[in-house]
């Protein structure tokens, strides 16, 4: 089967080199490379130029954005795969052999696999799902790990530009509602630096996200725990400090769980840490503090609050949420170490929110 790689770019000439090879050098693998250039002011189209015989199409103009762009590479594909890599992302060596292989074995029409999130506060695996209470939120995987044949990317249309950052997500919405045949490839297949295109337009991501959503899946099976997550998601984000109409079950749930009468600590100072700092307050806690390991941030000011060190706290009196996603599992065995029980002397933020879609 012939594989249709598209990197859309604009002024990429720190990553755009890594990303080319990552391609080329696969093996066992068909590839027509087409690279769409948004007419970069840097470097770009020098290092695109180094590697002119390896690629089947250039095309170096303006365009109206990441996903105008991307439709220009589309049409262009030949392949019976197509696939999109982004300039600063690169793939896992020879591993498009193994997703054509899939395409090959199986009748499907979109194959989603892993991916590695690379971040300055180190790296993580993003695995493939596709789970009921995902599937209205975010996409599958990273759509850098997302391929589909030619022939379902023609039935049903080409990314939506009414959406500047979300249009991948509206696509994949799409294709669900469409009885797409997807399948999950458990295996890293791509890099991908966090703190993209759509990371740094957060709040313009969750406002379309939340629009494809409700346009989609309002009237189906998910549409009562769609709504449940979007209501605490525009809770977190208002600065009301009021209640929630319908969620008093939501609060006797966590009150049962976080004893009002012990000394509350957040154990993560991230975005997760501030998001659970919000959702406590508004349920009437009073924060002692926050926990952190790094050294230098012990006895620091955060959110009003003192940055503490697990070693001054003490089981039966203080009550632990750890709030941190990343590094949950080695947290627990930390404060575990240090003689605290979950449920009498901590909990986990993920799971006193997921006490949001508990019937």
């Not at 890293?188 to 406002?207: D, I, P, T």
């Not at 957040?266 to 997760?272: E, N």
């Not at 952190?292 to 706290?313: T, V, W, Y």
Request: proline letters at 1%.
């Amino acid at each position: 089967m012939k594989f249709s790689v598209i990197t859309v770019v604009y002024n990429g000439e720190k990553t755009i080199e890594r990303t080319i090879q990552s391609v080329i050098e696969q093996k066992n693998a068909d590839i027509e490379y087409i690279i769409i250039d948004g007419s970069s002011t840097d470097r770009t189209m020098e290092y695109v130029r180094k590697y002119t015989s390896h690629i089947a199409r250039i095309v170096s103009e303006p365009d109206r954005g990441i996903y105008d762009a991307m439709n220009k590479g589309s049409r262009l594909a030949t392949g019976d795969i197509i696939a999109f890599l982004n300039s600063d992302d690169w793939y896992e060596k020879d591993v498009l052999q193994n997703v054509i292989a899939r395409f090959e074995n199986s009748e499907i029409d979109i194959l989603c696999a892993d991916a590695r999130v690379i971040s300055e506060y180190g790296n993580r695996i993003r695995r493939a799902e596709l789970d009921k209470r995902t599937v209205f939120r975010r996409l599958p995987t990273s759509h850098q790990a997302i391929f589909t044949t030619r022939k379902w990317f023609e039935k049903i249309g080409e990314f939506d530009t009414n959406y500047i950052v979300s249009a991948d997500f509206e696509w994949m919405t799409r294709s669900i509602m469409n009885n797409c045949k997807t399948e999950l490839l458990h295996q890293v297949v791509v890099n991908f630096l966090s703190g993209g295109f759509s990371a740094k337009y957060s709040e313009l991501c969750y406002q379309e996200i939340k629009r494809i959503a409700f346009q989609y899946y309002s009237g189906t099976f998910v549409e009562s725990e769609m709504k449940k997550y979007y209501m605490y998601e525009d809770f977190i984000r208002t600065n009301e400090e009021c209640m929630w109409l319908g969620m008093e079950s939501f609060e006797r749930k966590i009150k049962e769980r976080v004893p009002l009468t012990k000394s509350v600590y957040i154990f993560g100072i991230g975005k997760v840490g501030v998001e659970c700092f919000k959702m406590l307050r508004k349920l009437g806690y009073s924060i002692a503090g926050f926990v952190d390991n790094h050294p230098s941030k012990a006895q620091k000011e955060f959110m009003g609050k003192i940055i503490q060190s697990i070693e001054n706290l003490e089981p039966g009196s203080d009550y632990i949420i750890i709030a941190s996603t990343k590094y949950e599992n080695d947290i627990m065995l930390q404060v575990e170490g240090y003689g605290f029980q979950k449920k009498r002397d901590f909990d986990l933020y993920t799971e006193l929110k997921d006490c949001l879609f508990d019937e």
